[in-house]
């Protein structure tokens, strides 16, 4: 503000920030609230383990004031490795309460990864579920003494097998610390929350960087996207591991829900769970969607509640979308990246098309859709010249996003976060196309996009295709090289069990769909490859289509 | 961020703010987004008006554009005298668009003290619809020449009586402005977006400054407190210019859902929305329940789908709750004060408090309840030591607030600001208790409580009782000097049509249900007189009482 300025408008006058009107936002302040207001409330349940919201708050300062007296504090990275158990619920409240930063590792993992992430997030305590100790053992081994973390044990009694690592274990831990810790809010909204390292299909992971006010933003934002009620009964099938579980540790936190806790995403687990606890909302990969469908009907159960479940990434294809509705839930739409914390776009879905045919709905359901209402915008742009693309949906660009819940950058790394956000809006690296009604729909990542014979050829779109064939399970497509064509389009396949299908057939139904020049030249069938989150790992998928 | 800091905290380098990852918070983002997303949908409903949020939006632009045109920047003030109708909904976002202040006048208010408003309030443009002309006329006729404001008059063509004041109609105005303006949100959240004044009991009103990132927050509180579906049709009962509709301007914008204006509040008009629009959510003072109970069976039309009405201030008596229940109504308890933004404390409701026999819930349902999720704290203390009450529900203290739903302060008033914020709270002038789970319950207003003979006697417990009695449709009870006991209680009642009652028979029944020295001296029967937010104005009674 300028001093001319501060003689001109009145309201830049006496009327600055203080305490009682200025409150750096964090989720930390959810689970104090619920805590207060629903001591009773189920918060956690965990097997046979049930824990109001009352005792979470309890664990939560537990952890956090055993935490400090261990020597947690602001800019100290916490790690935890563990599947979606109470401990790292807890953890997403009780180790940012210190100042610290939690670093959820990706369970599957192997030990060379997690002793990089480990080393290059400067992990000072790592709480790691006994089941993964071979892993974590392995890890520990590689890295120099001096980095090695201080070792908590998680003796989950639902985890099986697996050894004690460290000095101590959780329990023994939150024993240590003052169940009446003074719960603050951090200094500044800015401050890092939460420490999240990209899949990295390809080179090393990224250590992307959360925000206090992301963090919050988005939590808030994943209530405005799905209306949600008070008291949701939320079921843990997206790894926690990921995105911080897309933010919901603190959107459901904030709602004063309930926790149901999974240790692994298995059909039985997740009916018991939906028949037995009432859930209410979930959220997962394709993959989970994919297995709800598949099961066998006389290994469900009856679920007589609407479940509404939250999905991103690619599209589900119709046949999953409509077995789903049939199960009773309800599918949302939407699409983000560990940048962007998780879900940034959704599909808002309009009433009215619920009247349109089937094909068209499927049309309007395989796009990404707008940005979250948190969100500020969104844009399919030429990353050369940063103009937006016409809104034709067929002009391929690369989807940017800006607003609040944008990472603060890549850890220890400027270059990479300078480029993400060139010209002042998040890179995403997915092309895309942006509809009339400003709808995006992606149509590939930058590096999977197969150029043939000049042409662009959209993965999404060709795997889209080969969903539709009734044998197959899931599809990969990929670039493979060519000396004519310079690449052309090669499917890795699976068949659904009992179904049959040859590459010829294949490549027929393909031919009836498609441009020629979009058909795969090559169909392999096999178990395709993925990471944890349920991704398939292209990167190896087209290793394999260049040695073919 | 200390030097040292800086060299051992890796969170502290190259990860800062820019302009993908940092938005200033602000509701105008709603309006542009309920618009690109869902344009067809219906965003204003005014008699046999309808408008699209496309059509709304343009409109903004317009209004923007135009009061830019016409010198409107930075810190302008832009005050608008109107009720319910499309145009104070659209000055909303219209004004602040430009980085101007809005200023809702409140319309009953007389014109030295519109006067009084338009000259502190430093305001340069007046929006003002036609009915208001006399009052308005007056309010120019009292100003300097230099101070007047330019006049721009609302031309609703639902308005009766009144004459064109300035030089052009808001729609010529309208015409002005460019379309396609841009729509760009403040350099800072901290600006302010809104200016209104407080009722003003005694004294001059005092001007209360909103800022965009409080407007925003309250916006999304009041979602997350009512758990608002997508698209809600909300009527308009409560006045737009009270606290900026308690935020609904922009809470209902953010969802996409309709606002369907009134220029009344009227039982007819009231029951005609209902029916005719399905309107799902509305707010008012308690004068607004005891229209729709005290509304003859004949007049009312059926209702099929279930109301859900936010009321403040006073808990409403245990029978106009019934009244509204058997009317398919649920009624959500909530309080707060101009410098909160309005609802800044609700009721939290307990599914299991459904259980307890209806005394009880009354008991329940008659406390203002736990801050909203969005505001930081509530606490009810000693202002002198700034020390806690206990949670006994018995010690009185004033009640006091932080977070980001409050205020800048008061325009051109440092000494009320430093006031009403010593000690980093913003102090409420309530007086209540907290109650063991944390609920707080208001006693009185600090300069409405009664001191009998040294006791404190809350004229809120002693009005609760007189609205028991069964011919009594209104209460209030204020201090009458007494020679003996300093004070003692005086209550002016007016009675239900047709119901008769002596002013011993009310005494009576106090004796039944108070301590001796809480019952009334005096009873008078009268109308109430009231501001036009539907508060009794108890200083009016007061000069009654003493001169009685």
Redesign the interface.
């Known amino acids: 503000m300028s001093t001319h300025?501060a003689h001109?408008?009145?309201?830049?006058?006496?009327?600055?920030?203080?305490?009682?009107?200025?409150?750096p936002?964090s989720p930390l302040?959810?689970v104090r609230?619920s805590a207060?207001?629903?001591p009773d409330y189920t918060a956690v349940i965990h097997g046979p383990i049930r824990r109001t919201w009352a005792e979470t708050f309890t664990r939560c300062r537990r952890l956090a004031s055993a935490l400090e007296k261990r020597g947690v504090g602001?800019?100290t990275t916490v790690a935890v490795m563990a599947p979606n158990i109470p401990e790292l619920m807890e953890a997403h409240f009780g180790v940012p309460a210190t100042g610290g930063?939690l670093n959820a590792l990706n369970v599957r993992l192997d030990a060379a990864a997690i002793a990089f992430i480990l080393e290059h997030g400067?992990a000072k305590v790592l709480l790691t579920d006994r089941e993964f100790s071979p892993t974590i053992g392995k890890a520990l081994a590689l890295m120099p003494q001096d980095k090695r973390p201080m070792v908590v044990d998680i003796d989950d009694p639902l985890g099986q097998g697996g050894d004690l690592l460290g000095a101590l274990t959780y329990e023994q831990l939150l024993e240590e610390g003052d169940p009446a810790y003074a719960w603050t809010?951090p200094d500044d909204e800015?401050?890092?929350i939460s420490l999240n390292y990209t899949s990295g299909t390809t080179g090393n992971p990224k250590g992307v960087?959360y925000?206090h006010?992301?963090a919050y933003m988005n939590a808030?934002g994943n209530?405005?996207t799905w209306?949600?009620?008070?008291?949701p009964v939320y079921l843990w099938t997206l790894p926690m591991f990921h995105c911080n579980g897309w933010c919901f540790p603190w959107t459901i936190t904030?709602?004063a829900g309930t926790h149901v806790c999974l240790r692994r995403v298995e059909a039985k687990a997740i009916y018991d769970a939906l028949a037995d606890h009432g859930v209410t909302h979930m959220c997962g990969a394709p993959i989970v969607m994919n297995l709800l469908v598949n099961t066998p009907e006389e290994a469900r159960r009856p679920v007589p509640q609407t479940v509404k479940m939250m999905t991103a990434g690619a599209a589900p294809p119709a046949a999953v979308i409509g077995g789903l509705q049939r199960l009773g839930m309800e599918v949302t739409h939407t699409y983000g990246l560990t940048e962007v914390y998780g879900p940034a776009v959704v599909c808002?879905w309009?009433?009215e098309w619920n009247d349109l045919p089937l094909e068209q709905q499927a049309v309007y359901k395989s796009r990404q859709g707008?940005?979250y209402?948190v969100q500020?915008a969104i844009m399919v742009a030429n990353p050369e010249t940063m103009e937006p693309v016409p809104r034709d949906g067929v002009t391929i660009g690369e989807v940017m996003?800006?607003?609040?819940i944008?990472?603060?950058?890549y850890?220890?790394n400027?270059t990479a976060?300078e480029e993400?956000?060139t010209g002042?809006?998040?890179h995403t690296g997915d092309l895309g196309v942006i509809h009339e009604n400003?709808y995006i729909e992606l149509k590939d990542r930058s590096k999977d996009i197969i150029i043939s014979g000049g042409e662009n050829i959209s993965t999404i779109e060709v795997e889209g295709v080969i969903y539709g064939h009734p044998a197959v399970m899931e599809a990969a497509v990929v670039a493979r090289p060519d000396e004519r064509w310079g690449e052309t389009p090669c499917a890795f396949v699976t068949l659904k069990p009992g179904a049959e299908a040859t590459a010829e057939d294949i490549i027929a139904y393909c031919r009836e769909h498609l441009a020629h020049f979009k058909v795969p030249k090559t169909v392999v069938f096999c178990e395709l490859p993925k990471t944890s989150t349920g991704k398939i790992q292209k990167f190896v998928l087209r290793d394999q289509a260049r040695a073919l």
């Open positions: 300025e001109t408008n009145p309201y830049e006058i006496d009327l600055d920030r203080n305490p009682a009107n200025y409150v936002l302040t959810f609230r207060e207001v629903f602001l800019g930063v400067e809010l800015w401050r890092a960087v925000h006010r992301g808030v209530v405005l209306a949600l009620p008070h008291h904030a709602m808002a309009h009433e707008v940005a209402a500020e996003m800006r607003g609040n944008t990472m603060r950058g850890l220890k400027p976060t993400a956000f002042g809006w998040y400003g």
